[in-house]
């Protein structure tokens, strides 16, 4: 039997969850949204929906506002993640713009009932959508304060039984420092739930990655800002690094 990754990686995706930081959105600005960093990443979407695969989308933001920052300086934490949530529905709404512009049919959740602007999360119609061959965002994180947007996309994609998820960052993979203190920072090819939490090493917080681990979703980290790589890594092509029960550390 060969490596995880030769056994995960040699054909396409058909359901997958995409998670997108609200850092991500803002590219080089120092806040706010990006609107050609946005229409780059829809069109790559577009591209992936395009082939029929079944595509989800959480989106952070963190480009807009930080619930854990704005505790640290003093506001109260539950309202903090709350506002959170609310800037993560502006960063969807923006980017269902961008793909409907491009034609891509697309549907907007949100845990936070707001049904002037988009659907309540309910977990049967967003699978159907799916079916459907639409795009689904899903915003305001999970609903709940205390909880981080990588969290939700762990829990959205047990939910509707995505193979995969990945997130788009602004490293190439995981590293076991920081790559952009550290030049001598080493970058896993693959790692296990278990190396990742042991070693606390910055994939996604320890929540998502036990939901991971306890529905064996694969997870896999790669560089946002290089072109096409959405597509490399739905295609199964090898990009960045990825976290999975049956990987080597590598």
Same mark, same amino acid.
């Given at each position: 039997m060969g490596t995880y990754q030769?056994?995960?990686?040699?054909?396409?995706?058909?359901?997958?969850?995409?998670?997108?930081?609200g850092e991500a959105l803002m590219g080089d600005?120092?806040?706010?949204? !990006?609107p050609e960093v946005v229409s780059g990443i829809a069109q790559?979407? /577009? $591209? =992936?929906?395009?082939? &029929?695969?079944?595509?989800?989308?959480?989106v952070g933001g963190g480009n807009i506002f930080?619930?854990?920052?704005?505790?640290?300086?003093?506001?109260?934490r539950a309202t903090a993640d709350y506002v959170g949530m609310l800037a993560t529905v502006m960063n969807a709404i923006t980017l269902q713009d961008s793909l409907e512009q491009l034609g891509v049919p697309t549907r907007l959740q949100t845990a936070i009932?707001?049904?002037e602007v988009a659907e309540p999360y309910i977990r049967r119609r967003?699978?159907?959508?799916?079916?459907?061959?639409?795009?689904?965002?899903?915003?305001?994180?999970?609903?709940?304060?205390?909880?981080?947007? !990588?969290?939700?996309?762990?829990?959205?994609?047990?939910?509707?039984? /995505? $193979? =995969?998820?990945?997130? &788009?960052?602004?490293?190439?993979?995981?590293?076991?420092?920081?790559?952009?203190?550290?030049?001598?920072a080493r970058r896993y090819q693959s790692?296990?739930?278990?190396?990742?939490l042991t070693k606390e090493l910055k994939v996604m917080d320890s929540t998502a990655i036990a939901l991971c681990k306890e529905n064996n979703i694969p997870i896999i980290v790669f560089n946002l800002s290089v072109p096409r790589n959405i597509r490399r890594a739905v295609n199964g092509e090898e990009?960045?690094?990825?976290?999975?029960?049956?990987?080597?550390?590598?």
């Open positions: 030769q056994v995960l990686r040699h054909k396409p995706y058909q359901r997958v969850l995409l998670k997108l930081s600005l120092g806040y706010g949204i !990006d790559e979407v /577009a $591209e =992936v929906a395009a082939t &029929g695969v079944e595509m989800a989308i959480v930080r619930g854990v920052k704005a505790a640290s300086a003093g506001m109260e009932a707001m049904q967003a699978i159907r959508h799916l079916e459907k061959k639409r795009v689904v965002i899903f915003g305001a994180g999970s609903g709940n304060p205390f909880f981080t947007t !990588d969290t939700t996309a762990a829990l959205r994609g047990a939910e509707i039984n /995505a $193979e =995969v998820i990945f997130k &788009g960052t602004k490293v190439d993979g995981v590293y076991d420092s920081d790559p952009h203190v550290n030049p001598d790692l296990t739930y278990a190396h990742v990009v960045g690094t990825i976290v999975g029960g049956l990987c080597e550390i590598r």
